[in-house]
């Protein structure tokens, strides 16, 4: 099945920096990558996603790279803000069954 | 578009005792919904997915006599944590998938429950 890895578990910038998380995933048949962002105590929210026909594609201060041959596919956050603090997750599916890293917590400092 | 609403927000049982959740696509009819549980500063570790009109299917390692699926309707699918232990006190979510060619393509969360079992 599906194997996803997260990398790092843990990232903290300073406010205005940007932020960079990365995935590597390894069934080949994956083509749906999303991201998302879970504050305390509640759900996970969907911030950005990918498929495997595109390469980039960016939202405002978030933007997701995904490098099929290598199997691997980043999220990177521009002018980071306070509230961009929270444990984001990365996810790969191939269809009906989507499997998630390990999650990386972002504390953005004032 | 695309809401899943998740109920209750948080519960406190007494060990023996049984839980139900609730898991309801508001907007959009979900034939499948996934169940989750989560531990303090963990992952997303998925349990089973739910099948409208049939039996779920289970993860490895899931009691499914324990962890009781219901997905009756289109919109409902329920997760019942029969005799329930403090072992079993985590986080869970549920989720479902939009119909692909809605504008919410993929998966949308509900907002969790969080069991405490005393």
């Known amino acids: 099945g599906e194997n996803v890895e997260q990398h790092p578990s843990t990232l903290s910038v300073q406010e205005g920096d940007s932020a960079v998380i990365k995935c590597t995933y390894s069934?080949?048949?994956?083509?749906?990558f999303p991201w998302y962002k879970q504050e305390l105590g509640k759900g996970p929210q969907l911030i950005i996603d990918?498929?495997?026909?595109?390469g980039e594609k960016k939202d405002q201060r978030i933007a997701v790279t995904l490098n099929k041959t290598a199997k691997h596919f980043s999220l990177h956050i521009t002018e980071t803000q306070p509230e961009d603090s929270a444990v984001y997750f990365c996810?790969?599916?191939?269809?009906?069954?989507?499997?998630f890293g390990a999650g990386t917590r972002l504390t953005v400092k004032p | 578009g695309a809401v899943v609403s998740q109920h209750p927000s948080w519960v406190i049982c007494k060990s023996g005792t049984s839980v139900k959740i609730e898991c309801r696509s508001l907007?959009?009819?979900?034939?499948?919904m996934f169940w989750y549980r989560q531990f303090p500063k963990q992952s997303l570790m998925l349990m089973a997915t739910?099948?409208?009109?049939?039996?779920?299917?289970?993860e490895q390692g899931v009691e499914k006599d324990k962890f009781l699926i219901n997905h009756a309707s289109l919109t409902l699918s329920t997760l019942t944590v029969t005799s329930a232990h403090p072992e079993d006190s985590s986080f869970y979510i549920c989720?479902?998938?939009?119909?692909?060619?809605?504008?919410?393509?993929?998966?949308?969360f509900g907002s969790g429950t969080r069991l405490t079992v005393v």
């Open positions: 989720s479902a998938n939009p119909p692909s060619g809605t504008v919410n393509y993929g998966y949308t």
């Open positions: 069934d080949s048949a994956s083509n749906y």
């Open positions: 990918i498929r495997s026909n595109v």
């Open positions: 996810a790969a599916s191939s269809g009906n069954d989507m499997r």
């Open positions: 907007d959009f009819q979900a034939t499948t």
């Open positions: 739910s099948n409208e009109g049939s039996k779920a299917t289970y």
